[in-house]
């Protein structure tokens, strides 16, 4: 069967699934591999319960004259070609985003503020890599006006796969740090990976990026690219300035055009490093013409509910939770903002930042120094990884661990900042604090 051949099947069919658990009328069935699992086992599950066809990629479970299986090579690489069609086919303006830190927030913020005037289809949660940006570009129809992809990578070459797939018009690097260092090497290797969203569109006619010219890295490598330059100096290179108007805790922020009037925001952000998100968003509506009274009304409508930066205020205490992911670079920036907010009482649980590989030890001992200089009134160090470091607070081997502390030992007036690896499940904490 050609890619053709399977896209005038899912036209007729336009609703994918890839678990045979969740299997809507119509629907077509990818039978994606694991380490795990193998979906050809459960394509005949799959069709019982609704889908119309199953792409499958073994000969030997398909019953014979069975036309509702789909045969190919290979099922993942079929899907992905799939979308790449369909994605030519629609020729929908799309805006590719990746980074280090803050992708997932830049993505919404961007929906959210391109929403005020068009039809935008933008990545479901954090579902960016070889799988989720397929099942993201099927998700287009006519009926959008322009989509945001957005693109993870913790190994070299996973961005050029994924800009292979999306063919990206626009793009933004929010920023390279050190995080995935097991799979990139190093921070270099992070760095040449991210910057593969520059290399697409550098060779793609009438591409543009959206570039954050505070920081070097990005700045270094953004060479014969069309930009859109923001940045919180204002200085006559910027297409977009802003400035930070405090952040206690909640971050407020000013920006403007080259030439126009400065325009405030309240958010309902934590985090002053947010700053750089938040203008992002405003130069891609800027750049599609949104009007500035509607930027700001997006952006200060904009309420996290993912477990990034998230302030929560519970009958005990206040907290600032922070625990879907960890690097050096989000760390740092979280304990930076968490020492600047107004607080008497403050306690810090952190978790282990994971997939540092030989930079870890280092990484959580840069930590742990910087929790020295800062003083909380309490530190909880959740992980081996920080248990290996050299300092006097209280460790804890796992998070049940903590969770038996919190019963014996329950704070209440504190001010908690509480962020690690997702792993390390920390996100568990907050009904208990």
Request: net charge negative; hydrophobic share 40%.
């Amino acid at each position: 069967m050609t890619i053709q051949q399977l896209y005038d099947i899912y036209l007729h069919h336009p609703v994918i699934t890839t678990d045979s658990r969740h299997c809507p009328a119509g629907s077509l069935f990818f039978a994606l591999k694991g380490d795990r699992f193998d979906g050809n086992r459960y394509a005949a599950t799959a069709l019982e319960q609704g889908c119309a066809y199953a792409v499958v990629d073994d000969a030997g479970i398909v019953p014979a004259g069975d036309e509702r299986y789909l045969r190919c090579d290979d099922v993942l690489a079929t899907m992905q070609q799939l979308a790449r069609h369909h994605r030519r086919q629609l020729a929908t303006p799309i805006i590719g985003i990746t980074g280090t830190n803050g992708k997932t927030t830049t993505k919404e913020l961007v929906a959210a503020v391109l929403a005020r005037k068009y039809r935008t289809l933008y990545t479901e949660g954090n579902l960016n890599n070889h799988i989720g940006v397929p099942r993201t570009l099927l998700r287009l129809s006519k009926e959008h006006d322009m989509a945001v992809v957005e693109m993870g990578a913790n190994h070299p070459g996973e961005i050029h796969t994924l800009v292979d797939i999306a063919e990206p018009d626009y793009g933004i690097i929010t920023n390279v740090g050190l995080a995935h260092i097991e799979g990139f090497g190093s921070l270099e290797g992070v760095i040449r990976t991210k910057g593969e969203l520059y290399d697409f569109l550098r060779n793609r006619p009438g591409s543009k990026i959206f570039l954050h010219q505070d920081n070097p890295r990005l700045t270094a490598i953004a060479a014969g690219i069309d930009a859109v330059r923001y940045g919180t100096d204002d200085n006559s290179h910027l297409d977009i300035a802003g400035r930070n108007d405090g952040c206690n805790p909640y971050l407020s922020f000013s920006w403007r055009t080259a030439e126009g009037p400065w325009h405030h925001v309240d958010t309902q952000l934590i985090g002053d490093y947010n700053i750089a998100n938040l203008l992002a968003a405003v130069a891609v509506g800027c750049e599609f013409g949104i009007p500035a009274d509607d930027i700001c009304a997006a952006l200060e409508a904009y309420k996290p509910t993912n477990n990034r930066s998230q302030l929560l205020r519970t009958a005990d205490n206040t907290l600032i939770v922070d625990t879907y992911n960890a690097n050096l670079t989000s760390m740092t920036a979280a304990l930076d903002n968490f020492h600047r907010l107004t607080g008497d009482h403050k306690w810090v649980i952190l978790g282990d930042m994971k997939e540092l590989g030989d930079a870890s030890a280092e990484a959580h001992q840069q930590i742990v120094d910087r929790l020295g200089a800062m003083a909380p009134e309490q530190v909880w160090l959740v992980g081996s990884e920080f248990a290996k470091t050299h300092h006097s607070f209280r460790t804890f081997d796992n998070v049940d661990d903590v969770k038996a502390a919190l019963q014996q030992q329950p704070p209440k007036g504190k001010l908690i900042l509480v962020k690690g690896s997702n792993s390390m499940r920390l996100f568990e904490l907050p009904p208990m604090l």
